[in-house]
């Protein structure tokens, strides 16, 4: 069983710039991102991400964390809403998909998991874009983990973190 976590931001901690993660990404950054969620069983987003972030197609069954019954994904046929908290959401997705869970929130969503010690493996990308949106310490993340490998494709950092 493996619930892992991955994140996007800038250089300067930003977690979106015009409004969305792809504004902090870069092309090293998306090629990584989409070959590794093949590689679960399901993926877990918060209501907010799933308004702001493309998730019309996912490569797994999707689940939507929100207290709302609008259905901000509705062209993705792979889609469940779940008025739940995360932790619980982890649970059931286990139950129900399979035993590798992938989390692609946002910082309150990620950073909820992490004290509730759910988040088992952790996936940072640093990108050299500044000037975004939603600032936070990056590497204040990686203190929840026991050891961490660091690599480095153009100017795109990747951080994979795991106890």
């Known amino acids: 069983m493996s619930t ?21 990404g870069s092309s090293a950054d998306r090629s990584v991102f989409l070959a590794r969620r093949a ?29 709302s019954d609008a259905n901000p994904v509705a062209d993705n046929p792979k889609a469940h809403i779940w008025n739940t908290t995360p932790a619980l959401a982890i649970g059931r997705a286990r139950q129900e998909f399979g035993p590798r869970i992938l989390i692609e929130g946002g910082v309150a969503f990620i950073n909820e998991l992490l004290a509730d010690r759910l988040i088992d493996e952790f996936f940072l990308t640093v990108t050299p874009e500044r000037e975004g949106e939603n600032l936070f310490d990056w590497r204040e993340i990686l203190n929840h983990f026991s050891n961490f490998k660091e690599s480095q494709v153009d100017e795109t950092l990747f951080f994979h973190a795991q106890n």
């Open 4 to 24: 892992c976590a991955c994140l996007v931001v800038g250089a300067d901690g930003s977690t979106t710039k015009g409004g969305s993660s792809r504004g902090v």
């Open 39 to 67: 590689q679960f069983d399901v993926i877990i987003i918060g209501g907010n991400t799933a308004r702001n972030e493309p998730y019309a197609r996912t490569p797994v069954p999707l689940v939507v964390i929100s207290r």
